[in-house]
Antibody, heavy 119, light 112 residues
Framework: EVQLVESGGGLVQPGGSLRLSCVASGFTFSDHFIDWVRQAPGKGLEWVARTRDKANSHITDYAASVQGRFSISRDFSKSSVYLQMNSLNTEDTAVYYC??????????WGQGTQVTVSS | DVVMTQSPLSLPVTLGQPASISCRSSQSLVYRDGNTYLNWFQQRPGQSPRRLIYKVSNRDSGVPDRFSGSGSGTDFTLKISRVEAEDVGVYYCMQGAHWLWTFGQGTKVEIK
């Protein structure tokens, strides 16, 4: 069974940093794209970042709204994906989901981790 | 980016009655491999999104057959044949044909 478990969310002041983690299990980690998708309070779903599979050299991509502030990475020994978030602002407040991307779709979602940016 | 437009944004329905949600894309979602990458997700209150339908009309395992997807090109529809109480939530369409992938605004389904 595919599982994605996020952690690392919390309350942080504007300008601060946070690192989210996503532990993956139930599939060959290096063979899949993994994305972070977020949902601001009462709002819709917004793609944030992507790390591609081994065949695509794990190339990364970022939404324009987080480019230069967020960084996505993998630890293969731990089957984990991380989202390092710097220079956070109130607009980054959201639930952050780790999702497996496959064949033009998201087939598995984590439970999400809440990030709140507030003074 | 491909813009996904859902309608209606709010859908009050009577239990046991049908419901229909429309999703339109600003570009054709037919990929060069011939597949059409249009997905539907359900997000129940307080839960993570869950995929219901992929490639227009393929239901995920465990999804009741009262849910069906149809459409082609730029126009797509999610239908619920008989709404049940557990269907309350927000439904999103999403395209995976063009990078970057994009979501519709969401349609909130509630019981009248």
């Amino acid at each position: 069974e595919v599982q994605l478990v996020e952690s690392g969310g919390g309350l942080v002041q504007p300008g601060g940093s946070l690192r989210l983690s996503c532990v993956a299990s139930g599939f060959t980690f290096s063979d899949h794209f993994i994305d972070w998708v977020r949902q601001a309070p009462g709002k819709g779903l917004e793609w944030v970042a992507r790390t591609r599979d081994k065949a695509n050299s794990h190339i990364t991509d970022y939404a324009a709204s987080v480019q230069g502030r967020f960084s996505i990475s993998r630890d293969f020994s731990k089957s984990s994906v991380y989202l390092q978030m710097n220079s956070l602002n109130t607009e980054d407040t959201a639930v952050y989901y780790c999702v497996r991307a496959i064949d033009g779709s998201y087939d598995s979602w984590g439970q999400g981790t809440q990030v709140t940016v507030s003074s | 980016d491909v813009v996904m437009t859902q309608s209606p944004l709010s859908l009050p329905v009577t239990l046991g009655q049908p419901a229909s949600i429309s999703c339109r894309s600003s570009q054709s979602l037919v990929y060069r491999d011939g597949n059409t990458y249009l997905n539907w997700f359900q997000q129940r209150p307080g839960q993570s999104p869950r995929r219901l339908i992929y490639k227009v009309s393929n239901r995920d395992s465990g999804v009741p057959d009262r849910f069906s997807g149809s459409g082609s090109g730029t126009d797509f529809t999610l239908k619920i044949s008989r709404v049940e109480a557990e269907d309350v939530g927000v439904y999103y369409c999403m395209q995976g044909a063009h990078w970057l992938w994009t979501f519709g605004q969401g349609t909130k389904v509630e019981i009248k």
